[in-house]
């Protein structure tokens, strides 16, 4: 991991500001507007499961977080975790997708954990929100919600992007540990049953 030395730090007025953006995700409630993102389909999640399969599988702050897009509280027991952690992988806590790595984690000072770039990209998706404002990232193979990336804040690091990423959405592994077990790809049949299903109770699992 990149050891955070003081040079990296931003001046005061620039992390309120940055924390003042970051804060605005604390509430994220976009209305699902799939309809807008027509590549979605030749772009769907390879794992898809009901509602009532993700709350077997996730604690209900996982659930809330990767599943009804919601934000953990900044500089929680989480963000704790993560500034303690060292070297290692960070995982999909829903699919067990690699998403970063520590080697792209940086200190942003912004309490929740930040990434400078993906270490696969084929894992992360990024999104732009409904309202133009903000892109949203999420696990490419089972589009769980894992936060936002913000461009050109002034950060130096190779990138200059700011993936602000929810903690609890990814399982760490030290580095030489064990990988998760990836969810298996659910088969196209599945995936429309499951699709179906899900509409019946009013979830769209396209956005
Ligand atoms: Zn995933």
């Not at 790809?185 to 009013?202: L, M, N, P």
Request: hydrophobic share 30%.
């Amino acid at each position: 991991m990149n050891t955070p030395t003081n040079a990296m730090k931003p001046p005061l007025l620039f992390l309120t500001a940055l924390c003042a953006i970051s804060a605005a995700c604390a509430d994220d409630k976009t209305p699902n507007n799939a309809k807008t993102d027509k590549k979605m389909d030749s772009n769907k999640p390879e794992v898809v499961k009901t509602d009532a399969e993700w709350m077997k599988k996730l604690t209900p702050e996982q659930y809330r977080v990767t599943r009804m897009k919601g934000t953990e509280r900044s500089n929680g027991p989480e963000y704790e975790k993560f500034n303690a952690q060292g070297e290692g992988t960070y995982y999909c806590v829903c699919c067990g997708a690699e998403l970063f790595t520590s080697k792209e984690k940086f200190h942003s000072g912004c309490g929740w954990p930040s990434f400078y770039d993906q270490s696969k990209a084929k894992n992360v998706k990024e999104t732009v929100d409904a309202d133009g404002m903000r892109i949203e990232v999420t696990c490419k193979r089972c589009d769980a919600h894992l936060g936002h990336v913000f461009d050109k804040e002034g950060f130096p690091t190779p990138t200059n992007r700011r993936f602000c990423i929810n903690g609890v959405a990814m399982q760490f592994v030290p580095k030489g540990g064990q990988a998760p077990k990836l969810e298996e790809v659910t088969s196209a049949s599945v995936q429309k049953k499951k699709g179906d299903v899900a509409r019946e109770a009013g979830v769209d699992l396209k956005k």
